[in-house]
């Protein structure tokens, strides 16, 4: 299945060929250790005034964050996403070191996942970003509390058979990827 993106200038080789499975291998096994460097990058992603408000708590296929991420997630995530080998919980502090209100704290978090989607896939894996769950319900479970918000949520695994999904979600997980034209999100280039 080539997913690649079609551009109209080159890109480099990860950013075109990352993309958003919902085909996840449910016998695909991932450690800790296959995650660090996903990690790593996200912690050198650059944040205003260097606050790095993110955090991230991981859970792999089987443990106990896992399974209360899952229980949580929404609609037709949760037909597909506990398939990946792990989930991830993106956490943002929403305020500086002074107490006010941090405007960059989603900015920031955003970024740092960015970095962590596009390290993950120089690594070989796959990775799907999700704001489909129970913020609330998921936010009493893994105790997180003000001023931590979170905010979204990430699937990383390897590529499943797409064949799994229901007939309606085959398609546009086979076909090509679409985009605005770059001359309507740009001006002046
Ligand atoms: C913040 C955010 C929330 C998203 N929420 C969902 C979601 O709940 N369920 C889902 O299937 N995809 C979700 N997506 C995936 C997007 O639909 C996907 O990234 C977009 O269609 C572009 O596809 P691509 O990543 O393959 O290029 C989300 C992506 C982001 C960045």
Request: hydrophobic letters at 40%; zero cysteines; proline letters at 7%.
């Amino acid at each position: 299945m080539n997913k690649r993106a079609i551009t109209e200038h080159p890109i480099h080789d990860i950013v075109a060929n990352r993309w958003s499975p919902r085909s996840f291998d449910p016998t695909a096994v991932l450690v800790p250790a296959d995650l660090a460097p996903a990690f790593e990058a996200a912690r050198w992603a650059p944040s205003a005034n260097n606050l790095q408000p993110w955090r991230y708590i991981v859970g792999f296929r089987g443990d106990e964050t896992f399974g209360k991420i899952v229980e949580d997630l929404s609609g037709f995530n949760a037909g597909w996403a506990p398939d990946a080998g792990a989930l991830v919980v993106a956490i943002t502090n929403t305020l500086t070191a002074s107490g006010r209100d941090n405007a960059y704290a989603r900015y920031d978090l955003g970024q740092s996942v960015a970095h962590f989607t596009i390290q993950a896939t120089a690594n070989g894996h796959m990775t799907h970003q999700m704001g489909g769950f129970d913020v609330d319900a998921l936010t009493i479970a893994l105790g997180v509390s003000e001023p931590w918000e979170i905010v979204s949520l990430i699937a990383v695994g390897a590529l499943g058979d797409p064949n799994r999904l229901p007939e309606e979600r085959r398609e546009s997980e086979t076909g090509p990827r679409e985009r605005k034209p770059l001359a309507e999100v740009v001006t002046g280039l």
